[in-house]
């Protein structure tokens, strides 16, 4: 796919309480598929590997701070393990829910209450465990003119799209927070049957 399939559609600043960024606005066509994502930028990211997070919107989580999930809490780490840096991107994507979108999600919630776990919750409507493909990161990166990153992430299926994308993962660095304990299955699963590296 060339980068040409993916467009800036804009960018302006963006103070944040973890330091000042820029917002850039994407389109890619995927498959016959749009795609959109912001990236938020901060530092000269060209001047070394720059510390990438490719986070996928979570409506429930880093909006109204659900417990079910550690997304919120990733989001956050994040954005400040980069502002720390001086320099990075996180790269917001629309796939809630691993890609389902937001209603399946919530029927997805309503499986899972009745025992299901996220795998099987998902499986059962029909989808895959994980529907993302993140192949628009990839071509975002490399538009920002960035060939190799640290990847702040526990998925090694993001450091497997990214290198089948053309970006070197020349590090993985871990994204853990504390979880709740209403999130405690949920992070179980994804290490046993998605296989995200916890080291705890």
Known sequence: MSPSTVQQIATADFPTRWGKFRILGFRGEF??????????????????????????QCLTGDVFGSLRCDCRQQLELALAMIAEEGSGVLIYEQQEGRGIGLMAKLQAYELQDAGLDTVEANEKLGFKADQREFALPAEILKSLGVSQVRLLSNNPDKVAALERGGIKVIERVPCEVSPSVHAEDYLKTKKEKLGHLFTR
């Open 31 to 56: 498959n016959g598929r749009i795609e959109e994502a912001v990236a938020l930028v901060i530092g000269n990211i060209l001047a070394r590997p720059p510390l990438v997070r490719v986070h996928s």
